[in-house]
């Protein structure tokens, strides 16, 4: 069997008993901040198995991309060298949640195996935990494998734990025998005696108990079964190959590599391993990329740089020239696409990017490996065989060498690199740019608001609808500590149960406003009903409008005579007033009014009005709505690798970082704009739904990577055009946006670029801006706006004719300029004319061109002259052909150079340098007769 048949087989046999065949998560885990990458089958079903996400089955079937490069997983440095180490692999995986158990894992496993895949029953042994005798007796039963072959294990190797807490549960592990294999009879040791003499191939595990913190297990209501099996070992065993890599999912990577070096694979171990290596990382990388990840110099782009680079490490030792491992990922590609059709989809970007790197990485890698060299020289020099950390980390540092790929080139000239050394550079690093780091204090701010939250204190968003509200104040904070009540001048954070305005998220900046008293604590304690009639539960569903009215109609109802203002809504005279200059939201749950007292006292339990500047709020509105436009723009221009990787909505721009991997061209830019203006002017309204996640990002809603999500989402679409989860606030049709216009485009790191946009009525001010500067231009040269460009060619023009003017008038001063009696400063040493004086020009340059012509004129011999300014000295030596054998110009510049405290070099005919020592100009070009006369003889 192939790979594909290998994959699809599992899935349509699972597919027939019962199970849903679910597609394969990124390799980026959605919702799970705790991983790096999804390194295992269950992942994707993590929240399943623990009951926060319902499905509608309680089967499941599954092709997980896994990536191992990290923490306890990293298999990275066995890549290549051993037959079943990988950074990227599939799992194979069946899931039960609640439904079947033990005997029904137990059946479908080894029927698969020896009935499907018709693997030799007689050769396979099974390990499960010691104490479970169910498992034990359903090997014997369902299966009838003997006794023998049944191992009991330990903990370590046969119990599974989601974490120190939670699910767990024994499992039950399927070995091939290895000797039995090649045909020598069992391996009587057994997989717990010899563990290298077997070959683990699936995982069964059981969970069926709940840990608790204080160590103790319970059962499950609902035990569940997790199981994986390596399709890249399965294959291995199915193919009847020794090594994972010699099977055809890898095979034809490595032949690609085999072509491109000319050496055939299994010529020998080195070119092997770096074959092997290549093919491994070109996997891991084209499923990388595909999934969003792009080169970078933190997190996850860190990780794909790594692989990338040692790929092209062992390319060099391939003696590979120029760039190559695109050429494996689209090999990759090639072979993988129809089961993982998102590399097909993003083929394009994806081998654009690796391309970039390999080509940027080339430019470091061999200037990095001469220094390295050099190093090595040095070492053997002082027989020692330890690499110093401070050069480790100069190489990972300047030249883009991560530690592994140090360590890797170090090991093979049998060094080792001194990790403490390295370690203290790169803490060293960390504690000045700490240092240059002010800091916000958002850790300090974030507990004293989880303490708060802690007691109780919740505030609720309920400004989409509208931009005012009433509500209680619940909290107070000044200077990061709870307070009763606010001050005129004090600046607090004031916290309401609810709030029309917007805190910062997603991107989105902050409202800003005007809270004013309506009532005091004191006066709200004569209605001892007032909060149970406005708040009859906790969920406080309803526009912040709706509640505002209801509000003021029970008050309405209530003695108006004692407080006649609530009855309106309206602040009573004399009333405080804040300024909210900013909304945060420290803690999820939170919304925080920040800003100032300007008048009057506050007090917790005070009922207030909210009110959000909404003009401000539009100009957010509109800029929002318009970064979901420009994306889809981009996508549908650009291509579908197009990818959020940051964003800013502000009330006088927006700002969106993207990945691609060029930049703009101007007809991109155009149509990407026009794209956006004729959503704009469709005048498409926008339909915002709040949708079970899994329902949404199956229909395919765009979501922003490595964002948590809750099971419930807001999607906000704009039919055709767009869709995405998000929570800002939007206008009601895209016509509200008025107009958009890209004020600039460029990179702020490999990959990704940045687009720089206003809208609405910053577009209009921006016209007028732009016409009233060219009317300014217009009327200091003398010409209408229309001519403008006309007359700036022209004036360019004439500076292009006065600067050629200009210098061939200095060109002829020159020719013409005897100097400091040039007649005296020629002499003839040992046969050889030598020329030597010092020149004013203002730039090397005109030095270069006035030794051209001096040597010129010489026809045969030596020119030495020089210049100065204030703070450097400049020397040229210019020697004719005839003598450059015999005395080369590079060698007397560099003789000369130590006397201005400078360095030089040059070919034998042009040689030139520089130095700080200016007052020892002249003695340097006297010295140079002396010298030409000592190299002559």
């Given at each position: ?7 699809r ?17 990124p ?5 799970d ?27 499941a ?65 099974v ?20 006794e ?15 974490g ?23 391996n ?14 699936w ?24 199981t994986?099996?390596?399709l ?9 190959k020794?090594s ?15 072509g ?9 171990e ?24 792009v ?19 062992h ?5 590979l ?14 072979t993988?696409?129809?089961a ?5 989809e ?32 040095k ?41 403490e ?11 000045m ?14 507990s004293?608001?989880q ?10 968003f ?43 998220s ?16 004191d006066?709200?304690?004569?209605f ?54 900013d ?53 549908a221009?650009?291509?579908p ?12 721009r927006?700002?969106?970082d ?14 990407v ?19 079970a ?47 958009f216009?890209?004020?600039?485009e ?38 209408g ?28 001063i ?22 030597s ?5 203002d ?20 020119v ?5 300014n ?8 210019a ?40 007052g ?5 070009l ?6 030409v ?5």
């Open positions: 069997m192939d790979g594909a048949t290998i994959r087989t599992f899935l349509d046999y699972f597919a027939g008993h019962g199970h849903t065949v679910v597609d394969s998560s390799l980026i885990p959605r919702n901040p705790t991983l790096f990458f999804t390194n295992a089958g269950m992942v994707q079903f993590k929240n399943v198995f623990t009951g926060e996400d319902p499905r509608d089955y309680r089967r079937t599954s092709v997980q991309k896994c990536l191992r490069v990290s923490g306890k997983h990293n298999d990275l440095e066995n890549v290549g060298v051993t037959p079943r180490h990988h950074t990227f692999f599939e799992m194979l995986g069946n899931f039960s949640f609640g439904d079947y158990f033990k005997k029904d894992a137990i059946y479908y496993a080894w029927d698969l195996l020896t009935r499907v895949y018709r693997l030799d029953g007689d050769k396979l042994w390990t499960i935990f010691r104490d479970d005798e169910e498992a034990f007796t359903l090997w014997r039963e369902v299966v009838g494998l003997p023998s072959r049944i191992v009991r294990m330990g903990e370590k190797d046969n119990f599974w734990a989601m120190d807490t939670g699910p767990c549960g024994p499992c039950s592990e399927i070995h091939l025998d290895l000797m039995a294999r090649d045909g020598k009879g069992l009587p040791a057994g997989p717990d005696g010899d563990p290298e003499g077997f070959l683990e191939i995982n069964l595990v059981f969970m069926q108990y709940e840990r608790g913190s204080d160590g103790t297990t319970t059962d499950l209501p609902r035990p569940s079964i997790d994986g099996m390596g890249e070992r399965l294959a291995a065993i199915l193919q009847g020794r994972n890599y010699d099977t055809d999912l890898f095979m034809p990577v490595i032949d690609v590599v085999s491109l070096c000319g050496v055939p694979y299994g010529r020998g080195q070119s092997d391993v770096s074959m092997r290596v290549i093919a491994d990382h070109a996997r891991a990388t084209a499923f990388l990329v595909s999934d969003g990840v080169p970078s110099n933190e997190a996850r782009g860190y990780v794909l740089r790594r692989i990338m680079r040692r790929a092209i490490r390319g060099v030792k391939l003696d020239a120029g760039p190559f491992f695109f050429k494996a990922v689209h090999k990759v590609v090639e993988m696409g129809d993982y059709p998102e590399l097909k993003r083929e394009n970007s994806l081998l654009e990017v690796v391309t970039n790197e390999e080509e940027r990485f080339a430019d470091t890698l061999d200037k990095g490996l001469r220094l390295y060299r050099d190093e090595v020289r070492l053997r020099a002082r027989q020692t065989d330890v690499l110093p950390g401070e050069f480790a980390f100069l190489l990972s540092d300047t030249y883009g060498f991560p530690l592994d790929l140090t360590e890797l080139i170090a090991a093979e000239d049998g060094l080792v690199v001194d990790r050394g390295f370690d203290a550079q790169m803490a060293r690093q960390r504690a740019a700490r240092s240059a780091w002010k800091g916000s204090g958002e850790q300090a701010v974030s004293v608001y303490a708060v939250k802690a007691g109780g204190v919740e505030s609720r309920l400004g989409y609808e509208g931009t005012t509200g009433i509500a209680d104040i619940v909290a107070l904070l000044e200077d990061g500590r709870p307070v009763s009540r606010a001050e005129p001048g004090h600046k607090v954070d004031m916290v309401t149960r609810i709030t029309p305005f917007y805190g910062e997603g991107g989105q900046v902050g409202d800003t406003g005007v809270i004013t008293l309506l009532v005091d604590r006066h709200a304690g004569d001892p009903s007032l909060q149970a009639e406005v708040f009859p539960d906790k969920a406080l569903a309803g526009a912040a409008g709706d509640f505002g009215a209801r509000l003021e109609a029970i008050l309405g109802r209530k003695s108006a005579a004692s407080v006649p203002a609530i009855a309106t809504g309206e602040p009573a005279t004399g009333g405080a007033t804040f300024r909210v200059e909304t945060q939201i420290p803690v999820e749950g939170l919304i925080v009014h920040r800003g100032v007292v300007t008048g009057g006292r506050f007090q917790v339990g005070d009922w207030v009005k909210l009110e959000v500047d909404r003009a401000r709020r539009e100009a957010i509105r509109r800029n929002h709505t318009a970064t979901h436009l420009l994306q889809a723009a981009l996508r221009t650009l291509g690798h197009v990818a959020q990787r940051g964003s800013l909505v502000a009330p006088d927006l700002r969106f993207f990945v691609h991997f060029k930049p703009l061209s101007e007809a991109e830019r155009l149509e704009e026009d794209r956006v203006n004729a959503a704009i002017l469709a005048n498409l309204p926008l339909n915002v739904q709040h949708r996640l899994k329902e949404a990002m199956a229909e395919g809603v765009t979501a922003l990577f490595g964002e948590k999500y809750g099971a419930t989402v807001r999607v906000v679409e704009v039919p055709g055009m767009s869709a995405e989860l998000c929570g800002g606030t939007h206008v009601t049709r895209t016509g509200d946006i008025g107009l216009r890209m004020v600039s460029g990179g702020i790191q490999a990959g990704v670029r940045r687009i720089e946009a206003i809208t609405g009525l910053g577009v209009l001010a921006r016209l007028r801006d732009h016409e009233a500067q060219a009317h300014a231009l217009g009327a200091l040269l003398k010409v706006v229309p001519d403008l460009p006309a007359r700036v060619t022209h004036l360019l023009a004439e500076m292009r004719e006065h600067e050629r003017q200009i210098q061939a008038l200095k060109r002829r020159a020719e013409g300029a005897t100097g400091p009696d040039l007649g005296s400063r020629t002499r003839v040493v040992a046969g050889i004319k030598v020329l004086a010092e020149f004013d020009v730039s090397p340059k005109a030095l270069r061109e006035q030794a051209d012509r001096l040597r010129d004129r010489l026809g045969s011999g030596v030495c002259i020089g210049s100065r204030d703070v450097k000295a400049t020397l040229l030596v020697v004719t052909r005839d003598l450059a054998g015999r005395l080369p110009a590079r060698r007397i510049v560099q003789d000369l150079a130590p006397m201005i405290e400078g360095r030089g070099g040059g070919s034998p005919t042009l040689a030139q340098a520089g130095g700080k020592s200016t020892s100009l002249d003695k340097a006297e010295a140079v007769y002396d010298l006369a000592a190299m002559a003889s």
